[in-house]
């Protein structure tokens, strides 16, 4: 690891001249479980490190009627520590929860899974399920992306030169919706997903028709990937065996794996099918109001 500088930033504007000022040498340093692994291998360097997590912005949430805003910096163990944030977002609980054991995650935060861009991140999918806008601070001031837009290849992503992630905003849970994540890996702890998937369903007032989902996946391509198709698709279908059985053949098609010591080419694209079709089945059993844990 090559010798930085280190500097904690108070403000969102404080953190953005520090990094503007060192460009590509400059990292953001939120729980760091990631990015200290990273220089300590040498996979990453930097002249600057620029801790985040005293900027009020970025460690903070709040939910009302409008949604959560959620701090980039919040570490898991507080999203799932919260009831009213398992009871409205048990998607993103799911992701929370399976980031690493207990220690990571009282470090890990959503936003430094989403920034390191990893194509087999667990929160990811999740994100994209949610239909979440990233908020932005930047030199230039401030800008929202589309989550499903933000991951641009293996490790890298939409951010310029000074810019941080301060925000991830969720659209209201709205009444009969439900989102649920799932992912395989070989172990039953700290392992990388062999593939991920996030499903989030709205239902009609019965609960027997899917009026809008949205569907994605981690480890399937060089980035996560929105089904936007396959997610289309679903409106109007009753939510039934057979719906999610089409999707899961869509989900199928769709990925483009690469072969690893994790898994085959074939094997990942099998996954990625049962993978939406068992997530899709928890998103609905939840937006029914019906209790569906991942782990079972
Ligand atoms: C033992 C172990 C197990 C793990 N298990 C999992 C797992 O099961 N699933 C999984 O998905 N990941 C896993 N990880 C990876 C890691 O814990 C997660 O990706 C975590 O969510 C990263 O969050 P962080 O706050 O620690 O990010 P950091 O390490 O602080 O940052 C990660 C990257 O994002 C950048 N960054 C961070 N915050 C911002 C910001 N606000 N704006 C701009 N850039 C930013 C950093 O510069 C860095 O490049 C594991 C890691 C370890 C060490």
Not at 94 to 104: E, K, L, N, V
Not at 193 to 205: E, F, I, S, T
Not at 266 to 277: P, S
Request: proline residues 5%.
């Amino acid at each position: 690891m090559n010798d930085f500088e280190f500097q904690t930033a108070t403000t969102v504007d404080e953190a953005v001249s520090l990094l503007a000022a060192k460009g590509d040498r400059a990292r953001v340093l939120t729980g760091g479980t990631d990015l200290i692994v990273q220089l300590r291998e040498n996979l990453r360097e930097a002249d600057l490190v620029v801790d985040v997590k005293k900027i009020p912005e970025l460690i903070q949430y709040s939910l009302t009627e409008k949604g959560l805003r959620l701090g980039a910096g919040v570490p898991c163990y507080r999203i799932y520590g919260d009831e009213a944030i398992r009871k409205a977002y048990p998607g993103l609980v799911d992701s929370a929860r399976i980031i690493g054991g207990w220690q990571i995650q009282s470090r890990a935060s959503i936003g430094g899974n989403l920034c390191n861009s990893s194509p087999a991140a667990d929160s990811i999918p999740t994100l994209i399920a949610y239909n979440v806008i990233c908020h932005i601070a930047g030199p230039e001031g401030r800008r929202t992306v589309p989550v499903a837009e933000f991951c641009t290849a293996p490790g890298r992503n939409v951010l310029k030169r000074g810019e941080l992630l301060t925000e991830l905003e969720f659209p209201a849970a709205a009444r009969h919706s439900g989102g649920a994540y799932l992912r395989f890996i070989p172990r039953n702890e700290m392992d990388i997903a062999v593939v991920g998937a996030g499903a989030w369903v709205q239902l009609d007032a019965k609960g027997e028709t899917i009026e809008r989902a949205r569907l994605a996946l981690a480890a399937v391509a060089p980035t996560p990937l929105f089904l936007a198709d396959a997610s289309a698709a679903l409106a109007g279908k009753p939510a039934t065996e057979a719906t999610f059985k089409e999707a899961a053949a869509a989900a199928s098609a769709i990925a483009r794996p690469i072969n690893d010591k994790r898994g085959t080419l074939e094997y990942r694209k099998h996954l990625a099918g049962v993978l939406i079709e068992r997530s899709l089945v928890g998103a609905v059993r939840r937006a029914r109001g019906e209790k569906w844990d991942p782990h079972v």
